[in-house]
């Protein structure tokens, strides 16, 4: 439960309207705060402040922030269009989840909204010059947020949407999804080979839409398991594109027919798999790797012809895979998602859909090639037997490629 419910909270967060209202709503409480406990304030901390400077404040907060807002905004939208045109279609979604882009918004947003609020406040009957004193005090802490946030957005944004940053970002989301994969390559649910079950024959809970699978809770699934009795067998895994009415998953119990499962159940297994638009990073190994990979291909493409950026990507593929297979991993924990089954996900697949790719497209580029031929002897003799013989099977055609 706690799993599941983080995993929603993360999704939420991730979120820039998210971060914005969460900011306001701090700043509408402060204002409000300084209404409620303002009587409680000594007279002497009046004078010493000297709160006839308010006003002033408020209204050079307001103009500066939404100009400030004004103004970040146009350059994100500039960095994400650019990296998504020059970089990859893909690299505009890691950029959305910027964390540093999320705060400095969020801050900007919510002192322009603290200002404007305060202003209004401050012509009306409820503030007095006590409750003014705490309006100020909350005005210096706003104050103080905005140029720390200030400060790092021009660090930052020297960076936004760079290659070299871009490709940091996606390498960092694919280095936790793929250790992730690593750790338990169903995900946590048991391995679809332990079952001695036909499942094609069991019944099965439809897709209710076209689209992308972003998200598995297989908390809820086991749990709706449980109340059934059943074994849940998934047929799509995180990043499948199913149409509506196809098979998300099979429920395996012989005793019950498919109209006598409990509703509860049912209504946890219709709300545990999330489907949308776009894939997603979390659960998803396959499409971290695609979209480095895919930077690499734009790269050794004619009117681009920038086999440097290869050779980068290259490297960084090789990390990721010898992270997906490392020689020294310990054996896999027992599932822990007992009632679910899932088909693990293959190394083999990680291999074709990364450096298969780049291979292809480097045909007539050497030096690509001599990276792939480094990477490849690297992640052989360093890599879990999946990995090792993954990389020894393609070794021999890299090496004539090196000539």
Same mark, same amino acid.
């Given at each position: ?6 995993? %929603? ?5 991730? !979120? $820039? ?8 709503? *701090? ?45 970040? *905004? ?41 200002? $404007? ?49 871009? $490709? ?58 449980? %109340? ?28 019950? #027919? ?79 998602? #007992? ?5 693990? *996900? !293959? ?34 003799? %360093? ?21």
């Amino acid at each position: 439960m706690i799993d599941t419910l983080l995993t %929603r909270l993360r999704r939420i967060l991730s !979120k $820039l309207v998210t971060r914005v209202i969460l900011i306001a709503a *701090l700043a509408l409480l402060a204002l409000f705060s300084s209404a409620i406990i303002g009587h409680y304030i000594p007279d002497w901390v009046i004078d010493y402040i000297g709160i006839d400077s308010l006003d002033t404040i408020l209204r050079t907060l307001a103009a500066t922030m939404l100009t400030v807002t004004t103004f970040s *905004l146009s350059v994100m939208t500039s960095a994400f269009q650019a990296a998504s045109s020059q970089i990859s279609p893909r690299a505009r979604q890691i950029l959305r989840a910027d964390g540093t882009v999320h705060g400095v918004l969020a801050t900007f947003v919510g002192a322009f909204l603290f200002a $404007l609020i305060g202003i209004v406040l401050r012509a009306t009957p409820l503030l007095g010059k006590k409750e003014s004193a705490i309006l100020f005090l909350f005005t210096i802490v706003v104050v103080a947020l905005v140029v720390i946030e200030i400060i790092r957005w021009i660090n930052h944004i020297e960076g936004l949407g760079a290659l070299d940053a871009t $490709l940091g970002a996606l390498q960092k989301q694919a280095t936790v999804t793929i250790e992730n994969y690593s750790n338990a390559p169903a995900l946590g649910a048991r391995p679809v080979e332990g079952l001695d079950t036909d499942v094609g024959r069991a019944p099965f809970v439809p897709s209710p839409r076209d689209g992308y699978v972003e998200v598995i809770y297989f908390h809820d699934l086991q749990t709706a398991a449980e %109340r059934l009795g059943a074994q849940i067998v998934l047929a799509v895994r995180p990043g499948d594109y199913v149409t509506k009415g196809a098979p998300l998953l099979h429920v395996i119990d012989d005793d019950l #027919p498919p109209a006598a499962h409990e509703p509860e159940a049912m209504k946890d297994i219709d709300n545990a798999i999330t489907i949308g638009n776009i894939r997603n990073y979390e659960q998803d190994p396959r499409f971290c790797l695609s979209s480095i990979t895919e930077i690499a291909t734009r790269a050794l493409s004619p009117g681009v012809n920038d086999p440097q950026t290869a050779i980068d990507v290259t490297h960084r593929l090789t990390a990721l895979l010898r992270r997906a297979d490392p020689d020294d991993h310990a054996a896999h924990p027992a599932p822990k998602y #007992p009632r679910v089954a899932l088909a693990p *996900l !293959k190394i083999e697949t990680l291999y074709r859909l990364s450096l298969d790719v780049v291979a292809h497209y480097a045909k007539d580029a050497p030096e690509v090639n001599i990276a792939l031929d480094q990477a490849l002897r690297s992640l052989a003799a %360093r890599s879990g037997p999946a990995g090792r013989a993954a990389a020894e099977g393609r070794l021999s055609a890299c090496s004539d490629a090196v000539g």
